[in-house]
């Protein structure tokens, strides 16, 4: 076994001095390559994660579809259908997006412990991606009838099942020690490392078997228990980061620090799995575009006199509400990515922030579609420009406050080089915050200068993009201005100058 | 600059030491993130290309919904209505799907150039994604209404468009020579490199420069000169092989050869690409399932007297459909992950044998749903039925072709292990051949039994995922039971036994 791990390792190191000249990138997935290939039927996981990270991203946007096609009447007052869509189908979105995100968090966490997977593995690990992409709809069953028990018993029968199936790969991997975390395989109280983590998985399928009784007996209790079960480690983590900020006391380190719930979310996995997300965000309303809104043939020749043209112009709202949303969804993960490349490792409560902001980044394209949905000046297209505006601040607060909370603990969270370095602190900053500042600045400005509304939300779709091209120069201006400002001895106009120059070669 | 390029290697070598105890993995990613942040602006390019292939594997597969969503009336024949779909939408889907690829395969060639980016760059790509994104519905049109020109200027346009930003990130990056591969950055002649790619990229929009001025005199025309344009790498490619192949010379190398036509493509985003495609269409039925069958309360109050089961009853036809097809396309991934693992470099026959498998697979929803649609032993259950065997058929067959052409030349695309080694060429085999086989077989049994094709089709859809969990160990017995009828002096029933319980063990 030793033989089987260690190989690797060697031929890496070999691997990397024979490609002193091609490109490192290339040299590391050289690496990565040969590091999986080392026994037949061992493998690397990463490419099945990478997968389990698409699957669950799609599932967690899904219940967007059904909000964005409710159809609004044209008579009808925006407020009251909002207020409809809220209640329902909004909620069952949030909700899933919460309830897939814990299923893959727990997901997270197992493969954290599994780093090899084999055949076996990665059959058992696609039925459990099964149920999971059936948990959305168990839910919405269960949000459209809570009076009836069904809906709570198919639920909690998936959530058994993959209790189940994950217990079984727990035990599959702990009887083939060279497919786990070396830490874990060179321990010697292998056993009790198994039966715990086999405790914190089954725990999950004991409280849903418990919830499928009670709904027999006393619905109202069965919900509860669920809600525990769903929400708990979230809650728990919660409370335990405001105590411990708030009392200043250091958490005492548990004893068995390999599969706690405060142990920090693979930062690769959530980038994976923030970028699905993204992505099928950022194309939601394309695919819309494509299925619906080609013309027919006939309607082309009968209502509009055989002109292409005047037939595409009637859709022009639409191809203008997916590029503002693809812009936004685009800039937005731009700036996740930047955040997350001055990140080391991502704390439950970061992944928690990074669920909220995927979140609201999900309705997003809802709201561009509802702004350009409704005639000009009405008091329907305001309201959906505030919503969007509202929901483009939630999303990128969020954004931020991941960035708080990593400065909190930036001893473990952040790289060494942002630690210490002001201007990359001040830059980052800017970028988090300008989609909040201008989305609040698009709101109170349509607020007060209500008929001009859609004209200055289209003003911020475009200057949005290019503020961000020149966002380095722009802070580096202000910069020097503040300093012109407050302290003008030490802001000599030669430095401010060579600090420009220095922003437009970088 | 060259102190840029150097610090991340040696940083690296540090971590490696400092992580001798921890996971092999982990400090390849620690690894990683350090490279990506020697410097503030400096980024590794990987994140920005895996979300650009998530959203193009998306967008290839966005024209399956117009096809997935086409009702069938209960009276008509499914013999003509597939006639119909076929004509039109089926061609545009794959179609679709090729153009995109084709988009795809440019973009993986610019970025195997341009190794790192920065932040413009990655704004600038995208950019490029929003229009390739856009490309579906532009061809769309195109199909719809053949005889008009808006459909093929506003494909030409944005092909222009994405290939200006493509020619503006090739400035952009050869200006600041740190963002290129190395080999090229410390290659004398980098502006000859810089003029080559352009003139590569040029050339597309200048052809769609042309065909858009023909599709104003001559529109046939310019639909040749765009067939040529998109297919041209392929034929060429294609045709280069064949004869290669049929001459059994050696194919000349280039002089310039970072920038060739037949340069591989980068292994891991043609398995990003891959993994996104099989994602999005293991969870299509899903997506519809969520979406329209969540029953009314109205409904199941008037309709079923407000039993909630029987409601549901009517729709187990799709619920089977959805696990039937994420079975299937899940299973197919799994063949392409245990085929990619022996593969290290994919040569463009390959990426377009995989882009062939792939446009199959986008169909297998599509065909699991037509088969649980209709009344059980009519006649379009048991047409439906085949379509689908045929379409698993060819999508398991073209990837049976990927193995066949990377043993073509197996010095360049496969491990040094997997040369030599004859029974993993076998199980590897095995596993390639078992959908095409089971799915041929399946479609002479409907042909046969036609009165029971429905229980054959079920029956295969259980046993094919049984049948890989014991794979391993059929191909042995199997192979043991061979030995002993051919040369039965060299079986001797120790061996077998043993090899059983090998089988078992790995």
Redesign the interface.
């Known amino acids: 076994m030793e033989e089987i791990?260690e190989h690797?390792?060697v031929e890496g190191m070999e691997e990397r001095k024979r490609s002193e000249?091609?490109?490192?990138?290339e040299s590391?997935?050289?690496?990565?390559?040969t590091?999986?290939?080392t026994h037949?039927?061992t493998?690397?996981s990463?490419?099945?994660l990478?997968?389990s990270d698409?699957?669950i991203s799609?599932?967690a946007t899904?219940?967007i579809?059904?909000v964005a096609?409710t159809k609004i009447g044209e008579d009808e007052e925006l407020k009251e259908s909002v207020q409809v869509l809220l209640t329902t189908k909004i909620g069952v979105y949030l909700m899933t997006f919460l309830i897939v995100t814990v299923a893959w968090a727990a997901h997270v966490r197992l493969f954290q412990v599994i780093?090899r997977i084999?055949?076996?593995l990665?059959?058992l690990n696609?039925a459990c991606?099964?149920l999971i992409?059936?948990l959305?709809?168990t839910f919405?069953?269960m949000a459209?009838?809570p009076e009836?028990h069904?809906?709570i018993l198919l639920f909690c029968g998936c959530v058994m099942v993959i209790g189940l199936i994950q217990a079984l790969v727990v035990v599959y991997a702990f009887s083939r020690p060279f497919l786990l975390?070396?830490?874990i395989q060179t321990s010697e109280d292998l056993k009790v490392y198994k039966h715990h983590i086999l405790q914190v998985i089954l725990k999950v399928p004991v409280m849903c078997f418990l919830a499928s009784i009670f709904s027999f007996i006393f619905l109202q209790l069965s919900y509860v228990l669920l809600a525990m079960v769903i929400f708990l480690p979230y809650i728990s983590q919660f409370l335990k980061w405001c105590r411990s900020k708030a009392t200043g006391e250091e958490e005492t380190p548990d004893p068995e620090p390999l599969y706690q719930a405060s142990e920090p979310l693979?930062?690769?996995r959530l980038?994976?799995f923030s970028?699905?997300v993204?992505?099928?965000v950022?194309?939601l309303l394309?695919?819309d575009?494509?299925?619906d809104?080609?013309?027919d043939?006939e309607t082309?020749k009968t209502v509009y006199n055989g002109s292409?043209?005047s037939a595409?112009s009637d859709y022009g709202p639409e191809y203008l509400a997916?590029?503002g949303s693809?812009?936004t969804v685009?800039?937005l993960?731009?700036v996740h990515?930047?955040l997350?490349?001055?990140v080391?490792k991502t704390t439950r409560f970061m992944g928690l922030l990074n669920a909220f902001s995927l979140a609201f980044v999900g309705g997003l394209p809802l709201a561009y579609q509802l702004t350009h949905e409704f005639p000009r000046n009405s008091n329907n297209e305001l309201e959906a420009i505030q919503v969007s505006c509202v929901i483009i601040f939630f999303a990128g607060i969020n954004q931020l406050g991941i960035w708080v909370v990593a400065l909190y603990s930036e001893q473990e969270t952040l790289?060494r080089?942002v630690r210490y370095?002001g201007?990359?602190h001040i830059?980052m900053l800017a970028k988090l915050a300008l989609y909040p500042c201008v989305a609040l600045g698009t709101f109170f400005l349509t607020c007060i200068l209500s008929q001009f509304s859609a004209s200055i939300f289209h003003l911020m779709e475009i200057t949005v993009?290019l503020a961000?091209?020149v966002?380095?120069l722009l802070v580096r201006v202000a910069l020097a201005g503040l300093r012109l400002v407050f302290c003008p001895e030490r802001a000599i106009p030669r430095t401010i100058l060579e600090e420009e120059q220095d922003a437009l070669v970088?």
């Open positions: 791990i690797p390792v000249t091609s490109s490192f990138l590391l997935s050289e690496h990565r390559s590091q999986s290939n037949g039927s493998q690397s990463q490419r099945l990478a997968y698409a699957l799609i599932i899904v219940m579809l059904p096609h780093v084999d055949d076996c990665a059959l696609l991606m099964m992409t059936f959305p709809y919405s069953l459209t009838f009836n069904l809906g975390k070396e830490q693979s930062k690769e980038e994976a970028d699905g993204y992505a099928i950022a194309t394309i695919l575009i494509c299925e809104n080609v013309p043939r082309v292409l043209v595409l997916y590029f693809f812009v685009g800039l993960w731009f990515h930047s997350f490349l001055h080391t790289h080089y370095a201007r990359d830059f993009p961000f091209l966002l380095r970088t």
